[in-house]
T-cell receptor, first 114, second 112 residues
Framework: DSGVTQTPKHLITATGQRVTLRCSPRSGDLSVYWYQQSLDQGLQFLIQYYNGEERAKGNILERFSAQQFPDLHSELNLSSLELGDSALYFC?????????????FGDGTRLSIL | GQNIDQPTEMTATEGAIVQINCTYQTSGFNGLFWYQQHAGEAPTFLSYNVLDGLEEKGRFSSFLSRSKGYSYLLLKELQMKDSASYLCAVRDTGGRDDKIIFGKGTRLHILP
């Protein structure tokens, strides 16, 4: 158990819809990262938050947005969903912003777009 | 730009040794991570290298050469449960943001 909690585990929805994925980091971790992993693709970094502030941005589409709340949990919002958005979405947390700070991953949310 | 290369797939035999290579090109560098990921599961942290040399942790060792942009993960005494994908990831401190870039992973198959 990594200590990172993601909900829901599975999500099935239709094109054009909007969903929210939720992540609770490990106790004490200030950084939260979001990744997308499609079939046969590597982990694609989407965005990082540190203590409530956006820290780094990766290949995140404009239809996607995220935030980190004062209690450090984070949400990833995906809107105007397309078939290609079907993927595993992972959240990870770490204690800081750099250095030897391995990321601890949640079990992921599997998003299926019909 | 940023680029991380690893072999797509490898096969090895139970009890043997296997070396998974990773080469990287990033605009900045502040450490290289190896993760293990079983199919459909979350990646789990294996090792971290920031200085040149070998880091040993039980059956797993990881090596880094910063001048060559090269790392490898060495797995000894392979067990069937080692069948998984192994992800190389680099902390890239160049550019506007400090981020971790993952390779596509190496799928390791262990044969009995």
């Amino acid at each position: 158990d990594s200590g990172v909690t993601q909900t829901p585990k599975h999500l099935i929805t239709a094109t054009g819809q909007r969903v929210t994925l939720r992540c609770s980091p490990r106790s004490g971790d200030l950084s939260v990262y979001w990744y997308q992993q499609s079939l046969d693709q590597g982990l694609q970094f989407l965005i990082q938050y540190y203590n409530g502030e956006e820290r780094a941005k990766g290949n995140i589409l404009e239809r996607f947005s995220a935030q980190q709340f004062p209690d450090l949990h984070s949400e990833l919002n995906l809107s105007s969903l397309e078939l290609g958005d079907s993927a595993l979405y992972f959240c990870a947390s770490s204690g800081g912003t750099g250095g030897v700070q391995p990321q601890h991953f949640g079990d992921g949310t599997r998003l299926s777009i019909l | 730009g940023q680029n991380i290369d690893q072999p797509t797939e490898m096969t090895a035999t139970e009890g043997a040794i296997v070396q998974i290579n990773c080469t990287y090109q990033t605009s900045g560098f502040n450490g290289l991570f190896w993760y293990q990921q079983h199919a459909g599961e979350a990646p789990t942290f294996l090792s971290y290298n920031v200085l040149d040399g070998l880091e040993e942790k039980g059956r797993f060792s990881s090596f880094l050469s910063r001048s060559k942009g090269y790392s490898y993960l060495l797995l000894k005494e392979l067990q069937m449960k080692d069948s998984a994908s192994y992800l190389c990831a680099v902390r890239d401190t160049g550019g506007r943001d400090d981020k971790i870039i993952f390779g596509k992973g190496t799928r390791l198959h262990i044969l009995p």
